[in-house]
């Protein structure tokens, strides 16, 4: 199977079983979704989801955000990890968005990335999710899976990036982030990947490796 072979295989199962999929993460603004995916580094979704309506009731906007101390962003995120680097990143991010661009989230990933707490992933993810603009966040799963699947041969996230930017059809980019996220968050994961349940073993280099010996 060529690369092309196998990224139309991949690409085709997906648009067919995921067509209209998206974020599991909660939001109703590109604010609440910048602030949501802050939150989610090294920590779930589903605990992200649980702790945000409160502190979106509380802090609707950045204005409200960056007028509060970061002890008191501290205590609405409390239950999620590493919620003292997070709170000064959401305090620092605030601020910076209402100094900077009047409260509004740019669509810019460079922008982005000005903010505090506001790395390359995560600008790619709200630039893709708010924005619907043709970006590919790789997180560890988007990493672990296009490398396993044999989409990509890559050393680090940006080589990831690239090499996928560069192959999927730029109308597929925002939503394949998504494919390859939630394949590798509930099929291929890291320790125990459930190859005998993956649809598309046919196209995957690791398993052809590892489960046809």
Sequence with gaps: MTKKE?????????????????????????FQL???????????DKRVNAETPALFARFPDAKAMSLATIDEIYQYIKRISYPNNKAKHLKGMTEKLQEDFNGVVPNDIQLLQTLPGVGRKTANVVASVAFNQPTMAVDTHVFRVSNRIGLVNAKNVLETEKQLIKNIPTSDISTAHHWLLLHGRYICMARKPKCPQCAIQKACLYFQQTQQK
């Design 34 to 44: 910048l602030v949501a995916v802050i939150l989610s580094a090294q920590c779930t």
């Design 6 to 30: 196998r990224y139309d295989y991949v690409l085709d199962y997906f648009r067919q079983q995921q067509p209209n999929v998206t974020s599991e993460l909660q939001f109703k603004s590109p």
